[in-house]
């Protein structure tokens, strides 16, 4: 039980992805995998493992992980071995081969009947898209993400589903669609800043929007202050005061003696506030600040 706590907790941080959260999650996965003897929880805590050495860049330790836990008279099809090719795949695709990694996937898959696994796990159909995207294979790329994406919904599998999204954009930006690409983009973020907000520790949370951020192209990279105004509706930092003092319960003349504005001022901030929000009332704006948690709910 323990192990599998590990592990749990160590894919949901390498799903973000936060290495320096997984790592010491999947160094007791792998502590207790090897105290347990069992083939299977070895297999899975290295396939783990070895993801998180690949997003920290250390290819040579990936692939020596991967490459002591091949065993060669384990079946093909064992439990877990789709993690295995997952980790293998991405660690091809990190060394830029992906013609290597399409091959990969398609002996993974077929070497599983068909009753057992009609398609790609949601985790290889992703690598798949990624794969064909390296290749110019766009067309089969789009059908396999796009089809992806509905069953990582249905899963609720988000630290998949933002990759799935990123693929996308890169996709439609290669085409020059960028219009679309901009709206993967867009959602790729969202649902990244979503898993992020359950993050503790700030700087493995600036960390983690940092690392997502520089897999967009330049022209959809968001600074830290544009994040903040999208995470808030898309009100700037002195719209975000205006309606925590709204939500304080403070008037228009109180707003503006405070912050030493004018009180037509105020009142132009009000009305941008309830435009972006689509509110038509303070009432409003004071419950959206409690719910963003910028105003306490004793202050209100």
């Known amino acids: 039980r323990q192990a599998t706590a590990h592990w749990l907790l160590g894919m949901l941080y390498l799903d973000l992805p936060a290495p320096p959260a997984a790592r010491p999650h999947l160094e007791q996965a792998m502590r207790l995998s090897q105290e347990l003897g069992s083939i299977y929880w ?4 290295t396939s783990a493992t070895a993801v998180l050495h690949i997003l920290e860049r250390n290819l040579k330790s990936a692939e ?7 065993t060669a008279n384990l079946p093909v099809h064992w439990i877990g071995h789709d993690l295995f090719v997952w980790a293998q795949v991405q ?26 696994a009609p398609a790609d796990t949601p985790r290889l159909a992703v690598l798949r898209g990624e794969a064909l995207i390296a290749l110019g294979q766009l067309e089969e790329a789009v059908t396999v993400l796009t089809r992806t994406q509905a069953t990582l919904r249905m899963q609720g599998m988000r630290g998949q589903l933002w990759r799935s999204h990123v693929a996308l954009g890169n996709l439609r930006h290669t085409r020059q669609e960028f219009d679309a690409a901009r709206q993967e983009f867009d959602s790729a973020r969202a649902i990244v800043e979503e898993l992020a907000a359950s993050l503790p520790d700030d700087q493995v949370r600036d960390t ?8 967009f192209p330049r022209r959809y990279r968001m600074s830290k202050r544009r994040r903040q105004a999208a995470k808030f509706g898309g009100l700037t930092d002195r719209e975000r005061e205006v309606a925590i003092l709204v939500g304080q319960g403070k008037t228009n003349r109180a707003i503006a003696d405070q ?5 037509r001022t105020v009142e132009t901030h009000i009305s941008n506030i309830l435009a972006k929000l689509n509110y038509t009332s303070r009432q409003e704006i004071a419950a959206w ?3 963003q948690g910028l105003v306490p709910t004793s202050q209100m």
């Not at 020596?64 to 091949?70: E, F, G, H, P, Q």
Request: glycine content about 2%; cysteine-free; overall charge negative.
């Open 259 to 263: 912050l030493i504005i004018g009180e």
């Open 42 to 45: 070895i297999h899975v805590a």
């Open 64 to 70: 020596k992980l991967l490459t002591d836990a091949t």
């Open 91 to 116: 660690l091809l695709l990190a060394r830029h081969d992906p013609a290597h990694a399409l091959h990969l996937l398609d002996q993974a898959h077929q070497s599983v009947p068909a009753a057992a």
């Open 289 to 291: 600040a409690q719910a």
């Open 208 to 215: 983690l929007l940092q690392r997502i951020t520089a897999l």
